[in-house]
């Protein structure tokens, strides 16, 4: 630059000292402040939990080891117990219910997005949603009331009598078992993963769409070529995050599942899950039996704490892939 | 649309039939548009298009933004249905059948008729893929590499992504996913393509080759650009047309002014507006 032309000082520069009003300035320290602090409370608490969970549940870890998550058997008046028939309880309702959820959230997300007519969307959308509004021990009540009867009574007669030679539908039926808690994690997690995947899939570039549809696809053509293989990681997040819900969910599974034992290939059976059987006994535990239950909670959360990650990875491996990845 | 209706449609106003062009001449008109007028809502965006498109030329439309270009364009195809506002009146006449009549197919037109955006728009998928996609779908299948070749070197661009046909679609640049989407349109084989500002992102170089291809193009396929670039239209294009908007109390709406051989056009338009806007008068 010219020495000449930036000799001389301008008069006008403009001050770039802060105008503010000081309670501006302040107030904006103070955000900074408030949200760090709020986001160190929340990494810390979460530290502090799992550290007094895996501290209360000691005693049961340093007595069974891992050996805890390989057996079966919970025994109170033995004070022997272990957590595999409650790690299956929980995959198997768990997974079951996401079997059923996922296609009947998709195929919901679907209609939402591209097939509904256009003024019923919202209304529509917001009824879904509102299901997951309703607080899990009222489900739960209606699933002791409306839905254990109906199952027992109905429809698992029915299966028995039509496809009993599967394992999974031999056995009596019952009012409480496996299949009604199933039943009632779907209910639980369709609102959750279809709404997320209404979202994905109303946010499909129009252009893509058009794209398709422009070769002379027809619309299911486009929905299957274009729409679920771009939104594919995120409706598979979608369904981690169900899965995530569905494992955690106590109260409702409680009222519906019958605390039962063992691992039967019947869904017609009692069972339990990790969160319920915590919530039906911890009230009247003592000694080892607190350590544990504590202990199944904390490999409740060590899971809740994985899928969740997944999610997460999944979900960025989406971002990444719309935004150009191959 | 019952048949009552299509009786009250079909006497609209068949407006003066101009005498076909020179360069048109002996050439079977693929398009015949009467009383074209599509609507978003109440508003016309596009109003009363009497427009005949022939068979194996470069048909350009250009036009003030706003003039309904676009819209236009897209119901040449039935792309308009994809808008829940868009109605269409009038008829369209595609090798002598109206495209909006009774029993008519919107996907069947589509087949037939390709479009290609303004923003490139590939598939989140391979190269090879993008080509593919439309072919499996229409049932295409058979020597499906030979034909995603052919597609590739049409488009002129076979050369640039052979040794790269599994790698995703969007790692190619601008131009390049502008021509896979000209590839993929007309892999296909379709009778049309129509193409709505294909080269406005793109940079001189790569804008110079889709038009090139262009006119190789034409050849096989007959083609419909709308474009806002004089220079353009007039290197590609056998015939333009040009619409502008004409302004009324309620806002206004896009009228076609005159069609005709685009030497003609840019030289001795025989409307006022169009000179004004062919010679930068218009605003
Ligand atoms: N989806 C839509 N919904 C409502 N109005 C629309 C829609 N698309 C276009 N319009 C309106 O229709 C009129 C014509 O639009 P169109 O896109 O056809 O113009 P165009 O000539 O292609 O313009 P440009 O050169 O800017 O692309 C405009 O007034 C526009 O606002
Ligand atoms: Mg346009």
Redesign the pocket.
Known sequence: MSARVSAVPSTTAPSLSSRRRLGDRLGDGALHGLTAAAAAAAAALLIAIAWKIFDVAHPAISKYGFGFLTHQGWDVARNKFAALDFIWGTAVTSFAALLIATPVSIAIGLYLSELAPRGARTVIASLVELLAAIPSVVLGLWGILVLGPFVGQDLEPWLHRHLGFIPLFSGTPENAGILVAILVLTIMVVPIISSICRELFVGVPTELEEGALALGATRWEMVRGVILPYTRSGVAAAVILGFGRAIGEAIAVTQVMGAGHGIHWSLFATGDTLASRIAEQYAGAAGLQVASLVYLAAILLVISLLVNLAARLIERRFTYQRTGGS | MDADTMQTVAPIEIAQPREAPLSASGREAVFVTRGLTVS??KAP??SNVDLSIYRNLVTAII??????????LRSLNRMNDL?P??KVEGEVHYHGQNIYGDGVDPVEVRRRIGMVFQKPNPFPKSIYDNVAWGLRVLGMKDDLDSRIERALTQAALWDEVKDRLKKGAFGLSGGQQQRLCIARAIAVEPDVVLL??PASALDPIATSKIEDLMHELKNEYTLVI?T?NMQQAARVADMTAF?TLERTESGGH?VLVEYDETPKIFTQPSDKRTEGYVTGRFG
């Open positions: 978003y809502g965006a596009v036009g003030p933004s706003g003039c309904g270009k676009s819209t236009f808008i506002a868009a709505d500002e709308v806002h619409f896009g």
